[in-house]
């Protein structure tokens, strides 16, 4: 949630901190603050809100100093204040420190701390760290801060700076990312990469318990023991301009459009050359492997659940085992009946949802295969799996996940279909057709985004609406489920997803004259059943607007708009239906005036519970 930078080397500091800071600002955050080796003092500055209310009070006076640290913070203990904001130091400002995480056993530190006569500013549980430092210091940096990280407990990434130690920063890494980025004559740290893709592209990326010793001209890595790890470079592909707008105004427009190109990616190298097979090298699994599942966990969060929720359509229809999915958050105190026998696969966008890393780390626990779905290459959850397939969608920056959604629902389909080749459930004939139609996705959501007109009119005409309903059957109410989440995260309207069967039993008495429903029916399979359901709402004077396949000429009879999407297999339709959820979420938060990359309340990454 945090994001953290960091800079050693011959230039002013303070300009990478700063820049890096407003790179990594749609990770959410709440007030943000930079500190900077000067030689015979730190300087210090924060402040609570955006980063320019911070640029605003360093107005005229930047520091000098060639090493320093810096942070935007999204509060965990503390409110978002000046005081609570990072970095913080011990009671003699020798140490400063800047932390991305949660410290669970901070109060009992802290109470100790009090105790022996340590001052505390803040309510954070960060500070607690620098007061440690400073009562185990004795002259060594890097024994003092190995020390303190055997007694602090809970998921950090941390970063270290000394007045004592003008030449170096000492970071930790624990559950959350933290990379350094490898220049000349002068390193960079970062939270994650975009801050540092326009300096460096040679990356060391750490893994938990690693201690980086950075300096301007050496980053060495070691272990909680002290050992050296020999860390290869992580060359960074993305060119800095993908990790900005492209010319769209917001991330999220630009993410909604790259889809044809991410899911494009997604699938390449990953169809053989005939079209009659699927490759996924990420897995070795054979037909024994398969036998050997008699059970499967899809577990995530927000998007990536509703991804979850269609692929167990796939794994069902495809592969005929037996497919439970739930929320990360739910399952992992649940006591899951997991063994050997389970596969639990994980779906995860930034690969550090603190929830969905700990419901990977149980099911381990418990004996369970594991696969994890991600976006983010050397992310924990991707590192933390026995297996793992990325989904090649690039940086995704929104906080309203589009592109991720779509990349995921392509891989858990060719993933389904990787297994039921595997276990020789599905004919060679119907392989190479679902293949075939597959193929045809990335130009069939070009062809959905062409036409966003009818869907602006719409947002402009409903968007001050206070209640949106969403209504589908089968692989539509897993849709419905997304286009709702859409609306309500960056629109703010109150936006619920029923199974259209489940009208009659309650929700029917919400819908009243001029309630916006917005109604999919691609379903074939309860085309008839989804009908009724329309008129249910249409005879109580909903504004209904259809989200159908091309071809439809049932649903225009009874319905005020109908949006159309090309004509594909209803297991792949779903990949076609959410674009136009994701638009109508989008220029519906664009009426209302909405900050739609930074909802409110939100961060793109939720790394803590
Ligand atoms: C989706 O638009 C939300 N931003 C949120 O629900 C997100 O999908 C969820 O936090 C899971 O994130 P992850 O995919 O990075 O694990």
């Keep these: 949630m945090c994001g953290i930078v960091g800079y050693i080397g011959g230039k002013r500091a303070v300009d990478f901190l700063l820049d890096g800071l407003t790179k990594l600002e749609y990770r959410g955050y709440d007030s943000a603050g930079v500190a900077v080796n000067c030689g015979d003092n730190i300087f210090i500055e924060k402040s609570v809100g955006r980063l320019d209310s911070l640029k605003e009070k360093l107005k005229n006076r930047l520091p000098a100093g060639t090493v320093g640290i810096g942070h935007t913070r999204w509060a965990t203990h503390g409110r978002p204040s ?36 340590h001052k505390f500013i803040s309510e954070t549980d960060t500070e607690v760290v620098a007061h440690l430092l400073e009562e185990v ?7 003092a801060v190995r020390e303190v990280l055997n007694k602090i407990e809970g998921s950090y990434s941390l970063v270290f ?22 220049g000349k004559g002068e390193n960079f740290i970062a939270s994650d990469i975009p801050a540092i893709i326009s300096y460096t592209r040679d990356t060391f990326i750490l893994n938990d318990g690693e201690i980086a010793i950075v300096k301007k001209d050496s980053v060495q890595v070691i272990n909680r023991q002290g050992g050296l790890v020999d860390k290869k470079i992580f060359h960074v592909s993305w060119n800095a301009e993908a990790a900005e707008k492209g010319g769209y105004e917001h991330f999220m427009l630009k993410e ?28 070795n699994w054979d037909k024994n492997f398969l036998d050997g599942i008699n059970k499967i966990y899809i577990v995530a969060c927000g998007t990536a659940y509703h991804a979850g929720l269609v692929g167990k359509f796939y794994i069902e229809k495809l592969v005929r085992k037996l497919v439970e999915v739930d929320l990360a958050s ?12 389970t596969l639990v696969i994980v779906i995860s966008q930034s690969g550090e949802t603190s929830d969905t890393l700990a ?13 994890a779905i991600t976006n983010v290459v050397g992310s924990s959850i991707a590192r933390e799996a026995e297996n793992v397939i990325h989904t090649w969608a690039g940086p995704e920056i929104a906080v309203a996940s589009t592109k ?11 993933l389904a279909l990787y297994m039921a080749q595997t276990a020789e459930t599905i004919s060679g004939d119907e392989l190479k057709r679902l293949i075939n139609l597959l193929k045809k996705i990335p130009a069939q959501i070009s062809e959905t985004l062409s036409d966003v007109e009818p869907i602006k009119t719409f947002a402009r005409q409903y968007g001050f609406n206070e209640d949106v309903f969403y209504i589908g059957r089968s692989l539509d109410y897993c849709v419905a489920l997304e286009g709702a989440l859409k609306l309500k995260e960056i629109s703010y309207i109150h936006a619920e997803a029923y199974a259209s069967g489940e009208l009659k039993h309650g929700t029917l008495a919400l819908i009243v004259e001029g309630v916006p429903v917005i109604a999919l029916a691609t379903q074939k399979s309860v085309y008839d ?60 938060a664009i009426t209302r005036g909405c900050d739609v990359d930074k909802p409110r309340n939100l961060a793109k990454s939720v790394t803590v519970e």
């Design 161 to 182: 700076m000394s007045k004592m130690h003008p030449d170096v920063l000492l970071c930790a890494k624990q559950e959350n990312p933290l990379v350094v980025g490898l």
């Design 330 to 341: 739910e399952y992992r105190y649940r006591d899951p009946i997991v063994d050997d026998k």
């Design 137 to 143: 210091y004795t002259g060594d940096f890097v024994s």
């Design 256 to 283: 909604i459009n790259e889809q044809p190109k991410a899911v494009r990616d997604t699938m390449s190298k990953r169809i053989a050359k005939d079209g009659a097979s699927i490759i996924l090298d990420e897995l």
């Design 529 to 588: 059943k989804t009908l009724s359901n329309i008129k249910e709402v249409k005879a109580r004077d909903a504004i209904v607007i259809g989200i159908a396949a091309a071809g439809d000429t049932e649903l225009e009879k009874y319905l005020d708009h109908v949006i159309f999407v090309p004509e594909t297999d209803e297991l792949l339709i779903p990949l076609l239906t959410v674009v136009p959820l994701q638009l109508l979420a989008y220029y519906a």
């Design 404 to 414: 991720a959604y779509t990349t995921q629902l392509i891989l858990m389909f060719m």
């Design 359 to 371: 419901a990977l780390k149980e099911s381990k626990r418990l004996g369970a295969k594991t696969l």
């Design 82 to 117: 000046d005081l609570n904001a990072h970095p913080h130091t011990d009671c003699h400002g020798n140490f400063v420190v800047v932390h991305n995480g949660i410290i669970e056993n901070f109060m009992p530190l802290k109470e100790e701390l009090i105790a022996r006569g």
